[in-house]
């Protein structure tokens, strides 16, 4: 490497001769003015070997300071430290370099935190994402996952990262599926159920990685036959939506059910009295109420899925107004006791004196209150007895209505509040109800605020509760 001397350079290194031959003479007791005086020629030979080889010292030793300093700015930069490299401003090449290095390391470090804030975005996205989202490599290890992924098949992070999927996951099927994707090099898309710690159904996308550019040859094309550099996962959690839509197919097939059963028995019965029974004095009169009480069980199943259509559209309007618990609970006692006195069935009221206002709609707490008694009634034994009683529990009162009746088995308590959802279902239709009571209760319910829920034991009745706000005091004794 050619080196440029700069006239600054020129008069150090000749005051640095000058001072160095001085001191020699000095030395030497003016030995060397006197062999100048008579040998000009090696005086002026030895001054030039020792100006030759003091340049030669300094500059190497320049040099070196400086190249070392080139080599430790390398090594910062390799560390992802770009601190600019301080310049002596010499005008040689190294100062060049050094200038070009430090042009490189401002590159470098817009390129990295370019990456750094790409890297955190797309850690965020991913982070954030309800989906879970894993990297297989070639090698079929985990190399990524979001903790939605780790979340849906247990997978501690920590350990999981760099490990054998087949290690780290239990799911045959699933892994079955990433290894085929990375076999065929194509885009696979299913739904899988998963028994993991959130067992559902998912639909999964498995989308093979291309080889990475920089791992083939330089000059060549990237081979379509070559194995792919890895496997992107994505689980979409779809458990909800299989739900609804066997939801929706029930409904549809409960609603089918319930319409045929009186529109057969009027079909029926009308066509028997217009083949000759209208004449049929014995007969005629029973079949035209029977063709009746299909009718009114045909419109009563048509207001109910209505008014249930209409609440779950949320176009439910309620007039929240202060109310006396008696005035709630009387009418719907009086309007029970013709199909409990049918059998024997005592009916009870227990509200405390001086209990506070309730804050609702009346007309739909007593819709509320209505069907809970009715199905009271209607499962409770000849001789037993039905109590509704008010208690307060805070802000809010709970109203109960508790049987004596045959009670609800703990598989079917979790589910009395669905359409269509009968313990008995033989018996609720006999007696023409619905099956849409409990589930517009709780529609009902739930929008005032308040919730609805069984404790029941098979054998010694039911005891369905709900609550509902109070309403602000007024200071009369509203009981």
Not at 234 to 239: E, G, M, N, R, S
């Amino acid at each position: 490497m050619q080196v440029r001397i700069s006239w600054k350079r020129c008069l150090a290194f000749l005051a640095l001769l000058f001072v160095v031959l001085w001191a020699v003479d000095l030395f030497a007791g003016g030995a060397l003015r006197r062999a100048a005086r008579h040998s000009p020629f090696w005086m002026a030979a030895l001054a030039i070997l020792l100006f030759g080889i003091s340049t030669r010292l300094f500059f190497a030793r320049t040099s070196s300071r400086r190249a070392q300093a080139l080599k430790d700015f390398s090594r910062r930069v390799a560390h992802a430290d770009f601190r600019p490299l301080e310049l002596d401003y010499s005008g040689d090449e190294l100062d060049d370099l050094a200038t070009s290095l430090n042009e490189t390391a401002a590159r470098l470090n817009q390129t990295f935190q370019s990456l750094t804030e790409e890297r955190n975005r797309s850690s965020a996205i991913l982070g954030g994402m309800e989906e879970g989202v894993a990297v297989m490599d070639s090698a079929e290890r985990l190399v990524f996952c979001n903790p939605a992924f780790s979340a849906i098949l247990g997978v501690d992070l920590s350990r999981a990262l760099g490990r054998p999927l087949v290690e780290v996951m239990r799911q045959a099927e699933l892994f079955e599926i990433l290894r085929g994707a990375l076999r065929t090099r194509e885009v696979v898309r299913s739904e899988v159920n998963l028994d993991t710690v959130q067992p559902g159904t998912f639909a999964l996308a498995a989308v093979p990685l291309p080889p990475i550019a920089g791992m083939q040859e330089p000059g060549k094309l990237a081979d379509p036959e070559a194995k792919p550099h890895g496997v992107v996962i994505v689980l979409h959690d779809i458990t909800e939506l299989r739900r609804l839509e066997r939801v929706r197919r029930d409904f549809v097939a409960n609603v089918s059910h319930e319409f045929r059963t009186p529109l057969t028995a009027i079909q029926g019965f009308a066509e028997t009295l217009l083949a000759g029974a209208l004449h049929d004095n014995e007969n005629n009169r029973r079949f035209l109420e029977i063709i009746r009480e299909q009718s009114v069980r045909l419109a009563r199943l048509t207001d109910d899925l209505l008014k249930l259509a209409r609440i779950e559209a949320g176009r439910l309007e309620l007039e929240m107004v202060s109310l006396f618990a008696r005035d709630l609970i009387q009418p719907c006692v009086e309007a029970a006791r013709v199909d409990a006195g049918r059998k024997q069935i005592a009916l009870h009221v227990e509200v405390p004196a001086g209990f506070p206002a309730l804050l609702g709609d009346i007309h739909g707490l007593r819709e509320v209150l209505q069907n809970l008694l009715d199905n009271a009634v209607q499962y409770t034994p000849p001789g037993g007895s039905v109590t509704v009683d008010a208690q307060r529990q805070g802000d809010s009162a709970v109203l109960s209505v508790r049987d004596t009746g045959i009670g609800i088995p703990q598989a079917d308590r979790e589910r009395v509040f669905e359409r269509f959802y009968r313990v008995d279902s033989a018996r609720s239709r006999d007696s023409g109800r619905t099956g849409l009571g409990l589930s517009i209760a709780r529609h009902i319910v739930e929008a005032h605020g308040g919730r609805i829920w069984v404790e029941s034991e098979v054998g010694s009745g039911s005891a369905f509760q709900f609550t509902v706000s109070l309403a602000p005091p007024t200071g009369r004794d509203l009981s």
